[in-house]
């Protein structure tokens, strides 16, 4: 695999890696928000943020084109 599929393929896992630890947090936020541990949650929430603004960055960066 060369060429413009191996950077599709790189770039498809990274969006995945940050899709599941945007998820993990979000999970991870909501059972800390559940036992009222309002810090954790927040911070949670911020790393599920960080994580899926990360995502659409990626993927709007991206753009259609090769990375350089």
């Known amino acids: 695999m060369t060429g413009r599929r191996a ?3 790189m ?3 990274r969006v995945m890696e940050l899709v599941l ?3 993990l947090a979000a999970f991870c936020g909501g059972l800390a928000w ?3 541990d309002e810090l954790f ?5 911020a790393a599920a943020l960080t994580g899926a603004f990360g995502a659409v960055a990626t ?3 991206s753009g259609g084109s090769p990375p350089h």
């Open 7 to 9: 950077d599709n393929k």
């Open 11 to 13: 770039l498809d896992r």
């Open 21 to 23: 630890i945007s998820l």
């Open 34 to 36: 559940a036992l009222d």
């Open 41 to 45: 949650a927040v911070a949670f929430a």
């Open 59 to 61: 993927l709007v960066d």
